[in-house]
Structure formats: structure tokens, C-alpha cells
């Protein structure tokens, strides 16, 4: 029941950073670890942007400006 501008703050306060600053992390992950949070980000912006399950992401990318 949130705002579209609301959740985009959400997550650029509370999830982006998580995404962002953790990319030393994962330096040494593997693979599957990297697909798994590509995963979960996906569907962080989808559900934001109350997108269809299978929007393509450069749709959802190019909508929300990475959620800037």
C-alpha cells in the first residue's frame, strides 16, 4: 500500500547498501552466491515496482534508474 516513491526510498536506504557495500565480500564468493543475491535483488525491484514475474530486468533497470 506503499508509494512508489516510498518503497524507492526504502530501498535505497535499507537494501541498496547492502548490495553495494558488500561487493568485497563477494570477492570470494562463488558463482552460485553471486546468482543467488542476483536473485534477490530481482525480486526486491520487482516487487517495488509491482512488475510481472517475468518482466525482463533491463525493463525494471531502465524504470527505476537502479532505483535513484
Given at each position: 500500500?506503499?508509494?512508489?516513491?516510498?518503497?524507492?526510498?526504502?530501498?535505497?536506504s535499507?537494501?541498496?547498501?547492502?548490495?553495494?557495500?558488500?561487493?568485497?565480500?563477494?570477492?570470494?564468493?562463488?558463482?552460485?552466491?553471486?546468482n543467488?543475491?542476483?536473485?534477490?535483488?530481482?525480486?526486491?525491484?520487482?516487487?517495488?515496482?509491482?512488475?510481472?514475474?517475468?518482466?525482463?530486468?533491463?525493463?525494471?533497470?531502465?524504470?527505476s534508474?537502479?532505483?535513484?
Amino acid at each position: 500500500k506503499l508509494s512508489l516513491q516510498t518503497k524507492k526510498i526504502i530501498f535505497n536506504s535499507i537494501i541498496k547498501p547492502h548490495f553495494d557495500y558488500c561487493g568485497s565480500l563477494l570477492y570470494f564468493g562463488n558463482k552460485t552466491d553471486i546468482n543467488k543475491l542476483q536473485v534477490l535483488q530481482n525480486k526486491v525491484m520487482c516487487t517495488i515496482l509491482n512488475c510481472g514475474k517475468y518482466e525482463p530486468i533491463i525493463n525494471m533497470l531502465k524504470y527505476s534508474k537502479y532505483m535513484e
